[in-house]
């Protein structure tokens, strides 16, 4: 059975390291053949030991108590805070003879966008990405690239984008042609704000990859496009706001289930719950670097951190990162 | 009864002028006391007269057969195109002596606000903004402004956007210090684009302004704000995707109510139609002008027309802009 090992920074969750733990204990019961350092306050991990039931042979601790805030700048977090466990995680997850697959951290996203520029760069120095994986309307998956690393970018920098986009929609859904949409306020190749007018012609110069124009808000999840390109800020958006718009309607079913005292109605709450539930995918993983960075969400519980190793898992294996069984009931 | 007058753009809808036109027989229907004056093709007009059972006292109808498309630059177009019939309409509700209460157009939207601009400017020279009300969680209304007309902002008109979306809330709906939200990519001060970041000392030193802070875009529909600033691109994607999501959810629980054959989920998708329904809320009202100006969503059908017709004349008699029966049976 192949071995992985992983790096996992247990500090940044909003939830604190205990929880990012308990995620840790669930996904070595799903992974035999999984390994983590653990980049934390150790004392933590030995205070939890018994009740989680770690198995410390397949545990490594790397001792840190620092961490990088959303509040900080990540350039100077990542510049003046060598002992923060995300810069920690970092350098051990390059360390190239400990043959780790990847990375996964809940800490502040500009931070780790930094710090995977600065440590683990890949050879062309690729100005690196987050991908999120969106289910969409055909039952399958659009990789939103970026989903919030690069909050102002250039028209190269989307460029670059929807190339390593395209590539990881090759790797994992096999998707030989991934068809990359450029998220625009309009159809036409004529609407966008100053950047989207920019990228336009260079994503449809460029015969590598497979453009087939703007995309609306109202088409992000329709599935008409694999890769959905777009600057950090926009993407960030959309994310969100999909969240968001999730999150309002299943509460209100939830209510109405109550209300009109109608029992029925919380299994289409709990189909929606687990069909379009963005808080399980976890959070997205960084394209363009040496190494695999999973960015989990600050917001991360266990549930999202067992996610996020799964999915480091089957993408360092080149499987499809997750089938979501839920979907199948009504999407295909 | 008090007479309401408006001029109703007929070109511009994907629909079509019948369907325009069908919109406005119904606001006939509801409203004895309106009249329109009709911009389009007279012909269509006479064309269905006997079918709609239109009362042609209550019409005037001004040739125009020339449109701005989405695919123009809507600043020659509005420039060269002196018959097109958004600038005829423009033209027409600015007539003082002719006492409109506005105009409504589904027309390109760059077009009518570079329209509104040079024909009905106020006496500031205010920049005009597009504002949506969008249902929230609170089983309010949110105003979002930008909503897709200045694609590229400064900060100095994110700051006029604040003061145009916070006197349209005190107005309709009597708030009297409207919560003023900025969109970002992070609640904290110190996240945001360039122009997120630059906006928000100048937010926040106004002291007429109620500023809250930044507002994530999963918070956009929580009815934590009054009204929620962002640049037109980032607006129009907030409404877009909102639209987008709910489309996907409602179309999902259809397929399962079929699929498991369970017709009692059809009440579920018919409350999230009903109540989230952004098509039939028909489009945004132009803040910053001398005249009203509704602009009705391009793909509008008739049931938007006689919606925005409606919002158009409440708004007149400074009355809230729509109740939302439906949201009230759960959210309230």
Redesign the interface.
Known sequence: MEQYKIVLDLLGSDKGPETVLLGASLAFKEFPNLSITLVGPKEVVISKKEELGLDMSRIKIIEANETIS????PYTGIMNKPNASLVLAMKEVGQEEENYIGMISPGNTGAILMGSFRFLSDENKTRPCISALLP??KGAFTCLVDA?AT??CTSGQLHSFAHLGSDLMRKMYKIEKPRVGL?S??A?P?????L?KETYPILEEDKELNFIGNI???????GDCDVLVC????G??????????????I???V??SK??N?P??M??AN??MK??DLGALGGGILLGTRKIIMKARGNSDERAIVNISRMLINYAGGAAVFDNEY?D???R
Chains 1, 2 share one sequence.
């Open positions: 959303n509040y900080e700048n969409n309307a919030g909050i102002d998220l306020n309009g036409e004529t609407k966008g704000n100053h989207v609306e808000g109202n088409k992000a999840l329709s600057d950090g800020f926009a960030n958006q959309v994310l969100k706001n999909t969240e968001g718009v999730a999150k309002l309607f509460t209100d079913i209510k109405l209300k009109k109608k029925e109605y299994e289409v189909y929606l069909a379009y979907r009931e009504a999407a």
